[in-house]
């Protein structure tokens, strides 16, 4: 199972930098993907882009929630 710093580091690297999520992004992210990703990508182990890159492949896959939160946070990024 990933553990949770893990899991909310590698997303954020692919949604926007640590510095710009508030804690409540954080824990949006958290409360909202951890679970598709230890569902869809289980057996993919962090480093090197590749539990982001599961995420992406298996993105249609992905709950209306957790999709939704990346979305919004990739919005933030894109604003800043």
Request: proline share 1%; hydrophobic share 45%; charged share 20%.
């Given at each position: 199972?990933l553990?949770?710093?893990?899991?909310?580091?590698?997303?954020?690297?692919?949604?926007?930098?640590a510095?710009?999520?508030?804690?409540?992004?954080?824990?949006?992210?958290?409360?909202?993907?951890?679970?598709?990703?230890?569902?869809?990508?289980?057996?993919?182990?962090?480093?090197?882009?590749?539990?982001?890159?599961c995420?992406?492949?298996?993105?249609?896959?992905?709950?209306?929630?957790?999709?939704?939160?990346?979305?919004?946070?990739?919005?933030?990024?894109?604003?800043?």
């Amino acid at each position: 199972m990933l553990k949770y710093a893990t899991i909310l580091l590698l997303m954020t690297a692919a949604t926007a930098s640590a510095q710009q999520l508030s804690m409540s992004d954080k824990l949006a992210l958290r409360d909202n993907c951890k679970q598709d990703i230890q569902k869809l990508c289980a057996d993919i182990k962090p480093g090197g882009g590749q539990l982001m890159a599961c995420v992406q492949e298996k993105k249609a896959q992905l709950s209306q929630e957790c999709a939704a939160t990346l979305a919004d946070l990739r919005a933030k990024a894109a604003r800043n």
